[in-house]
């Protein structure tokens, strides 16, 4: 059963548009929320994090939203550059002794046409 | 670089066979979190070690096993492997469990399992 669903499956984006890839949750006990980059060949790199109890965090270009009542949270990525085509993971873990044990989305391929 | 390293880069096996692989994780970090990524999917949690003792499993078979060192490596081991087992195995290492704060948890670059 997976826990976190990630849409869509693919993207594709012109350079400088609005990249923006969904996520949704079902366990409400999830508090801690982080968007993974990953090239080939390479693992996962945490980009930006959220705690339920924020609505929006921004860093750079990079901003995620975060709709608890929705059990929703999205990741944006503005002014896209060909250097950010990669895929990108969202994930979610649960508080405590079960933290780091993430749940991960299947992933959105970005691809940042010149 | 997030200082996580992981050995062999590559590794091809046969049905059947055992294979371990391992981790090395940043200076200091007391938990180290396994994941499997098959080819196109996100990578699936599979254990956790914290100060050398198993801290949750995933929906993994008892063949997959690990230990931990007090020097900040670990091991995976996996017993008859199955065709089903060939994906990339990601290391994640990270300071603090069981109440802290959670910190960043950082991967390394995985190991390429392929069984044939």
């Known amino acids: 059963q997976q826990q976190v669903k990630q849409s869509p499956q693919s993207l594709i984006v012109q350079k400088g548009g609005i990249s923006i890839i969904n996520c949704a949750y079902e366990n409400t006990a999830f508090d801690y929320f982080p968007w993974y980059q990953q090239f080939p060949g390479k693992g996962p790199a945490l980009l930006i994090a959220?705690?339920?109890?924020?609505s929006e965090k921004k860093e750079g270009r990079f901003t995620i939203s975060f709709n608890k009542s929705a059990k929703q949270f999205s990741l944006h990525i503005m002014d896209s550059q060909p250097g950010d085509s990669a895929t990108y993971f969202c994930?979610?873990?649960?508080?405590?002794?079960?933290?780091?044990?993430?749940?991960f989305g299947a992933g959105t391929q970005v691809v940042v046409t010149p | 670089e997030t200082g996580v390293t992981q050995s062999p880069t590559h590794l091809i096996k046969t049905r059947g066979q055992q294979v371990t692989l391992r981790c090395s994780s940043q200076?200091?970090?007391?938990?180290v979190s396994w994941y499997q990524q098959a080819l196109g999917q996100g990578p699936q949690f599979i254990f956790q070690?914290?100060?050398?003792?198993?801290?949750g499993r995933g929906n993994f078979p008892p063949r997959f096993s690990g230990l931990q060192f007090p020097n900040y490596s670990s091991e995976l081991n996996v017993n008859a492997l199955e065709l089903d087992d060939s994906a990339l195995y990601l290391c994640?290492?990270?300071?603090?469990?069981?109440?802290?704060?959670?910190?960043?948890?950082?991967f390394g670059p995985g190991t390429r399992l392929t069984v044939l």
């Open positions: 200076s200091g970090h007391n938990t």
């Open positions: 994640a290492s990270s300071l603090g469990t069981s109440g802290r704060a959670p910190d960043t948890q950082y």
């Open positions: 959220i705690r339920p109890d924020v």
């Open positions: 994930a979610a873990t649960l508080p405590g002794d079960s933290w780091g044990k993430f749940q």
């Open positions: 070690y914290y100060r050398e003792e198993e801290n």
